[in-house]
């Protein structure tokens, strides 16, 4: 056996020791809140497909017309073999919804992050960055070279005094989620402008778990809040709400053709497949058209909300349909996730490093196409299995 080999064997253990070891669980098919394994039927409810699109049989379509006139993959980067159509009209689309001048679709939200913050920021920079941002905008930072400030989580006292204390720099960047990943809350970010504009900071937010879910149009909390033509760089998913994959930077036509020329994980990668452009526009389309699914889901979250508080448990500080089911210790977490799902409940527990130590959770992620009696199984599962851990009271 190789030393190398002995040497993950021994930090897995630790891992599995702590609770943290994550496996790959093998979907057999599903869709629209449920899901098989083994053959057997789940409800699904840590998807982040929220509108349930990603089966959608119009989408479907969409990607299979589109992969019969175009083929599967892209076959190299935009700027290498052309730039196929689908993603133009995709991103004018979005440009559209979102109000901004333009759009740029890069190969997923993560590549995005990276490319954007890498693009924007360098030595002599200074970013501030809150504390809860995702993985891949902490990414963006540490590989730009810029000085990180980190500020607490969605506090602008704080932000404010790091941001008055720091160093003159070349360029200021402020960077938050708009809807948190992992916590479901907002972003105050008509405040956070206002102090970005007060000391020339321009302004980047991560709408993944936003666009398709708030604001006119599902366009995200940048439109909810009226600041779509403000914010200088809003970045999005298409693999979330939108069911497809894939992401898109939205803002200027001088911001987007800035990146076009710097941004590296746009230039030296392979074009999104143009049929997952075509999926996405298609299911943009149905986001428009049926704004009753976005109804459904805030519906579907307060319904499950309430039940759950009333049996006594603890869900954190969302203000969006993501509700975080707060337990602490990550074995705790894992035992309860295990045990939802011997009751035939798909909910993962979320732990460290994904969220500070300490607060493992069950991530609940109801969709639009939840029934009530999808949602009420769930519901008699969890408090069963919470119950049977002292996590709520009998
Ligand atoms: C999921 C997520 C991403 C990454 O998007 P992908 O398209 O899955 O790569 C980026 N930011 C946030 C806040 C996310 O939740």
């Known amino acids: 056996m190789g030393m190398l080999e002995n040497e993950l064997r021994e930090e897995l253990s630790g891992l599995e020791r702590d609770g943290l070891r994550r496996d790959l669980r093998v979907i057999s098919g599903g869709h629209a809140g449920r899901a098989q394994y083994d053959g057997r039927s789940f409800i699904m409810l840590s998807s982040n497909n929220y509108l349930g699109l990603a089966g959608d049989s119009r989408v479907r379509r969409a990607a299979i017309s589109a992969v019969e006139r175009y083929g599967v993959g892209a076959g190299a980067s935009r700027l290498i073999a052309g730039s196929f159509d689908p993603l133009h009209q995709l991103e004018a689309r979005i440009a559209g919804i979102k109000g901004t001048e333009a759009a740029l679709v890069f190969g997923s939200g993560y590549l995005a992050n990276l490319g954007v913050v890498t693009a924007l920021m360098g030595r002599g920079d200074v970013i501030f960055s809150d504390e809860l941002n995702h993985a891949s905008l902490v990414d963006g930072c540490r590989l730009s070279k810029a000085s990180v400030q980190v500020y607490r989580h969605c506090d602008v006292a704080h932000l404010k005094a790091i941001v008055e204390q720091a160093a003159p720099a070349r360029r200021r960047l402020i960077v938050t989620e708009s809807i948190f990943s992992m ?26 778990h936003a666009f398709g879910v708030i604001g006119p149009h599902g366009a995200g909390l940048a439109a909810e809040s009226g600041l779509g033509h403000e914010i200088e760089v809003q970045i999005g998913t298409l693999s979330k709400a939108v069911g497809a994959y894939g992401a898109y930077v939205a803002g200027s036509r001088v911001l987007i053709d800035f990146l076009i020329n710097r941004a590296r994980s746009f230039i030296y990668t392979t074009a999104l497949p143009p049929a997952i452009a075509a999926a996405a526009q298609a299911a943009i389309d149905i986001i428009v058209s049926e704004p009753e699914r976005i109804r459904r889901l805030w519906d579907n979250s307060a319904y499950l909300r309430g039940r759950l508080e009333a049996a006594g448990f603890t869900l954190g500080r969302s203000q969006s349909p993501m509700l975080p089911l707060m337990i602490g210790e990550s074995h705790v977490a894992l035992e309860m996730a295990s045990r939802l799902f011997a009751r035939g409940v798909y909910i993962v527990a979320i732990r460290p490093p994904t969220v500070p130590p300490g607060t493992a959770r069950l991530r609940l992620t109801p969709i639009s196409e939840h029934t009530r009696a999808d949602l009420d199984e769930a519901i008699a599962a969890l408090i069963e299995s919470g119950r049977e851990l002292g996590l709520v009271g009998p």
């Open 183 to 208: 916590d479901g809350d907002c972003a105050p970010l008509n405040e956070i402008l206002t102090l970005a504009r007060q000391f020339g900071a321009a302004l980047m937010i991560d709408e993944a």
